[in-house]
């Protein structure tokens, strides 16, 4: 069964303060990674998708790489309105192919 | 480009009782998956529907069902409610099923069970 592990559950960073949130998965083949973002009552914003190791994405403050076994979501100089939940999902490449999600690190920038 | 949007928002109900949720996928998706979102399990798949198809389906009881409408709209229907399925309900439209296809997600129905 896929099994997606994120780390750390909650992390509270002054503002410009740099760090990575980790996403450990077992996946019988992966076809693609997915980031997402989840504000309060809202519902989850797609951010990126990875589909090999060595892959590098950035978005404004936030770069995710993958690597064979865990994809980690760098947050340079980040901002309060970073503040969020950052979800990850991987999707098989075989079997039924639905999306398996960690359970979210809580981000918290502090002004 | 409208989103995903889902009806109602919120909804409170009683053991025992049945609900329908409704979920409006983005213009030309034609696949839908709905989600199950708890504190402690997190999001959880329940099904998937494409071309009016169930094409995948998550582990849930048979209370929990769905289907799709030839225009892509969906409903979700739970039966027999308990008070764990108390939860944030979350429908997630993509242009087609299978691949890697993003999956865009409704602000969700937050479903309360009494």
């Known amino acids: 069964e896929d099994q997606v592990t994120q780390s750390p559950e909650a992390l509270r960073l002054q503002e410009g303060e740099s760090s990575s949130l980790n996403c450990s998965y077992t996946?019988?083949?992966?076809?693609?990674l997915f980031w997402y973002r989840q504000d309060p009552g809202k519902g989850p914003e797609f951010l990126f998708t990875?589909?090999?190791a060595g892959e590098e994405k950035e978005k404004e403050r936030l770069k995710a790489t993958l690597t064979k076994k865990e994809s980690f979501l760098h947050i340079t100089a980040p901002k309060p309105e970073d503040s969020a939940t950052y979800l990850c999902?991987?999707?098989?490449?075989?079997?039924?192919?639905?999306?398996?999600f960690g359970t979210g690190t809580r981000l918290t920038i502090i002004p | 480009k409208a989103g995903v949007t889902q009806t109602p928002r919120y909804l409170i109900k009683t053991r025992g009782q049945q609900v329908t949720l409704s979920c409006s996928p983005i213009?030309?998706?034609?696949?839908v998956s709905w989600y199950q979102q708890t504190p402690g399990q997190g999001l959880q798949f329940l099904f998937e529907y494409f071309s009016e198809t169930q094409r995948n389906k998550g582990n849930f009881p048979g209370r929990f069902s769905g289907r799709q409408f030839s225009n892509s709209r969906s409903e979700m229907n739970v039966s027999t409610l308990e008070l764990g399925d108390s939860a944030l309900y979350l429908c997630?439209?993509?242009?087609?099923?299978?691949?890697?296809?993003?999956?865009?997600f409704g602000p969700g129905t937050r479903l309360t069970v009494l």
């Open positions: 999902a991987v999707q098989p490449r075989f079997g039924n192919e639905k999306l398996t």
């Open positions: 997630a439209s993509s242009l087609t099923s299978g691949g890697t296809d993003t999956q865009y």
């Open positions: 996946v019988s083949g992966l076809r693609g």
């Open positions: 990875l589909y090999s």
């Open positions: 213009s030309g998706h034609r696949s």
